[in-house]
């Protein structure tokens, strides 16, 4: 690649930025290089920290989930209580133990009836509604079948 030719100038020392291009240029050697053995399955090279929560089951991210909320909570909820208690002058152990144990209780309580009511509701069976017009008959036989031996017996009950 050829540097557009600059006219030259008389009585001024040639510039210094435009003769290190001029080098640069001249300079005949490739810009690329691709290495051509393969890369190995497992290196040597130790596993490097990714940025975000690390991965985990679907059941740890509810339970992580479930931890934070209940932390954010009970601390809003044991911050007012406090501010209360310091306003009245009056912090008694036992209504510390009610006021900011009380809420925590509470909250885990409920969310474990709210796991428990949600495994119930998957383990029901779908709903189905039928809506017909005129005369229907419903036939709800159901047939079980069991398939034994060498010989490939099957047996319908």
Avoid at 63 to 77: D, E, K, N, R, V
Avoid at 83 to 100: H, K, N, Q
Avoid at 101 to 110: D, E, N, R, T
Wanted: charged share 15%; proline share 10%.
């Amino acid at each position: 690649m050829q540097l557009p030719e600059q006219p030259a100038q008389t009585g001024q020392p040639a510039d210094p930025a435009r003769q290190l291009i001029e080098e640069a240029f001249a300079i005949e050697r490739p810009t690329s290089f691709r290495d051509g053995t393969p890369v190995p399955a497992v290196g040597t090279t130790p596993p490097v920290a990714q940025p975000g929560r690390p991965p985990m089951s679907q059941k740890a991210t509810d339970a992580s989930a479930l931890m934070l909320a209940t932390g954010a909570s009970s601390l809003m909820i044991g911050g007012s209580a406090s501010l209360v208690l310091l306003a009245s002058g009056y912090a008694d152990p036992a209504v510390c133990a009610i006021v900011l144990g009380g809420p925590a209780v509470i909250v885990l309580a409920v969310s474990r009836l709210m796991r428990r009511a949600k495994e119930v509701v998957e383990a029901a069976p779908a709903t189905h509604h039928h809506h017909y017009r005129g005369d229907v008959t419903i036939d709800q036989r159901s047939i079980n079948s069991r398939t034994r031996g060498l010989g490939k017996t099957t047996n319908n009950y």
